[in-house]
């Protein structure tokens, strides 16, 4: 069983930048992809980024891209999400999630999800 621990969410204004943190306890695999979603109020989990275990692959939603980066710590079990140049239509809950394959841009692929943590930008 994998137990991921989202951290770091909150209020900003636009333009401001946060820093996500996602630690995996439990089994990890060298094949894991780590990725992170949002759902917006009302909406479906969107992927924002993710990334292989061993680092060597990233992928990013265009929404985030040149915006937001994906990096990991594997000493540390950690994956961790900056945002840059947040905009309001980036409110919303995000969540870390694991699945033991490469990646995949459908949330329903992973099988392992933190509890979200949100972040909400104020204009």
């Known amino acids: 069983q994998l137990h991921l621990v989202e951290s770091g969410g909150g209020l900003v204004q636009a333009v401001g930048s946060l820093r996500l943190s996602c630690v995996a306890s439990g089994r990890t695999f060298s094949t894991s992809t780590m990725g992170w979603f949002l759902q917006a109020p009302g909406k479906g989990r969107e992927i924002v980024g993710a990334i292989n275990w061993i680092g060597s692959v990233t992928y990013y939603a265009d929404s985030v891209k040149g915006r937001f980066n994906i990096s990991r710590d594997k000493a540390k079990n950690t994956v961790y999400l900056k945002m840059n140049s947040l905009r309001p239509e980036d409110t919303a809950v995000y969540y870390c999630?694991?699945?033991?394959?490469?990646?995949?841009?459908?949330?329903?692929?992973?099988?392992?999800w933190g509890q979200g943590t949100q972040i909400t930008v104020s204009a």
């Open positions: 999630a694991e699945r033991n394959r490469a990646i995949e841009v459908g949330s329903s692929w992973y099988t392992s």
